[in-house]
C-alpha cells in the first residue's frame, strides 16, 4: 500500500499557495499606498479556494503559443476593495485596513503550515510503530 | 520560487520611497538657494509614482510594483523678493527664491518615511513566512 502524500495533506498546501498569492497581492496594495489612481485589490478566498479544490476544467491547448494557465487558483478574480474614505488623488489603498489583513493573512498562512508539520509528524509515527 | 514576489514588490515600494525621500532632501537642502533670474532659480521637484503594469499579460490578476514615471518640477512661480544690497541681485534690485515650500515637504517626508516603514514591516513579516516554511516538517 501506498502512502498519498496528496490524500494526507487534504487541503492545506493549496491553502498555504492561496494564502502566499494573497499575501503578495496585499503587499502589492501597500507598496503603491502613494501612488496616484491605484485602486486596492484583495482575493475573494472562499471563492478561489472553491475553485482550487474542486476539479474544473482547464481550456485545451491546441497549440504551442496557447497561455496555460500557470495554476488552477489564478482563475479567480481579483476583487477591488470598497474604500471607506476617498483621496482626491484617486488611490483607494487605506494602510491600517491593509496591515490589518496582511497580519491575518500571515497569522492563516502560520496556521496552514502547522497542520502540514502535523501532518507529516502524524505520517512519521505510522511508520515508525513508535508513539 | 514566486514567493520571492512579495520581497520585489516591498522592495519596490522601499526603492520609490527613498527616492522621494532624496527629493525632499534636496527641496528642503536648496530652499535657500538664491538666483538672480527667475529662470535659474532651484524649482522644488516631485516623484510620480506609478503601479508597474509592464511584463505582465494578466494586468487586472497580477500584483503590481511601485516604479517611478519622473521627476516633475513645479510650476509654481518663484518668490521674487526686494533686496537691492544682495550680491546676486538683478538691475532692478530683485533676487529670486525657490518656490519650495517647507510646511509642504516636512509632511511629505513624514509620510515617505511611514509609508517605507510599511514596507520594511511586510518584508519582515514575509521572511518569517518563509523561514518557517523551510522549517516544514522537522
Request: aromatic share 6%; proline share 4%.
Amino acid at each position: 500500500m501506498a502512502i498519498s502524500f496528496n490524500a494526507a495533506l487534504g487541503s492545506s498546501p493549496m491553502m498555504l499557495a492561496l494564502r502566499e498569492k494573497r499575501g503578495e497581492i496585499l503587499a502589492a496594495n501597500m507598496a503603491n499606498a502613494d501612488t496616484p489612481n491605484f485602486k486596492a485589490r484583495d482575493l475573494d478566498f472562499s471563492t478561489a479556494l472553491k475553485q482550487a479544490t474542486t476539479e474544473q476544467t482547464l481550456l485545451a491547448h491546441t497549440q504551442a503559443g496557447h497561455f496555460a494557465p500557470e495554476m488552477p487558483f489564478l482563475g479567480a478574480r481579483l476583487k477591488y476593495r470598497n474604500p471607506n474614505q476617498v483621496s482626491l488623488d484617486g488611490n483607494t489603498v487605506e494602510e491600517h485596513i491593509e496591515q490589518a489583513k496582511f497580519a491575518e493573512n500571515s497569522l492563516q498562512y502560520q496556521a496552514s503550515l502547522q497542520f502540514i508539520g502535523g501532518k507529516f509528524n502524524e505520517l512519521r509515527s505510522a511508520l515508525t510503530g513508535q508513539v | 520560487m514566486s514567493s520571492l514576489n512579495i520581497f520585489d514588490i516591498a522592495g519596490s515600494g522601499m526603492n520609490a520611497q527613498t527616492v522621494r525621500l532624496n527629493l525632499v532632501a534636496s527641496n528642503i537642502a536648496n530652499a535657500n538657494s538664491v538666483s538672480s533670474s527667475a529662470g535659474d532659480v532651484y524649482k522644488s521637484r516631485q516623484p510620480v509614482f506609478g503601479a508597474e503594469l509592464k511584463n505582465v499579460i494578466d494586468a487586472q490578476n497580477a500584483a503590481s510594483k511601485v516604479e517611478i514615471r519622473g521627476i516633475v518640477e513645479s510650476k509654481a512661480p518663484a518668490v521674487m523678493e526686494y533686496a537691492p544690497n544682495h550680491p546676486m541681485a538683478d538691475k532692478d534690485g530683485y533676487i529670486f527664491k525657490p518656490n519650495v515650500n517647507s510646511v509642504e515637504e516636512m509632511a511629505n517626508m513624514m509620510s515617505a518615511s511611514r509609508s517605507y516603514q510599511n514596507n520594511i514591516e511586510v518584508l519582515n513579516t514575509a521572511k518569517q513566512m518563509m523561514l518557517q516554511t523551510l522549517k516544514m516538517g522537522q
